[in-house]
């Protein structure tokens, strides 16, 4: 008999197979941030990667009050600078990264959700990383 999968696999492939709808719903996204699946399949780098980013504090971030999601800022500058910290680390992983590739661009006021009371539903843009070549 095999083994059942666990919760968080599951949800991992709810959301690969973008069945996960609700989350859309009950959260509005503010201008430029990201699911972290979204950004994970954007940036083509795994869940994991964006979070250990998150706990260094190499992005910035908010949780959602309702349900606790991670809501990453990028907008087009953060978006290339994001790019080429997964590259470094592919192409050097023995090499320790920058601090210009680890230090956050700083988040616009306009865009902060602490000092915005309107947010936006939607990101103002899509934009596609240049895969580096393994």
């Known amino acids: 008999m095999a083994p059942l ?6 949800r991992q492939l709810l959301s690969r197979w ?9 959260v509005k996204l503010d201008p430029d941030e990201w699911w972290l699946g979204d950004l994970a399949r954007e940036l083509s780098v795994s869940y ?13 971030y908010r949780r959602t009050p309702q349900l606790d ?13 994001l790019c080429r910290l997964r590259d470094h680390g592919r192409k050097y ?3 320790p990264t920058p601090a210009a590739l680890t230090t ?14 309107k947010a936006k539903s939607s990101r103002s843009h899509q934009r596609k990383c240049h895969n580096v070549a393994s």
């Open 18 to 26: 973008q069945l996960t709808g609700e989350r859309y719903d009950k």
């Open 93 to 95: 992983p023995r090499i």
């Open 69 to 81: 999601y991670h809501l990453i800022w990028a907008n087009t500058g953060e978006l290339d600078r």
């Open 104 to 117: 956050p661009k700083r988040r616009p006021p306009d865009t902060d959700p602490s000092k915005n009371s």
């Open 5 to 10: 999968p666990c919760a968080m696999t599951v």
């Open 48 to 60: 994991t990667t964006l979070r250990r980013w998150i706990a260094l504090g190499w992005v910035h």
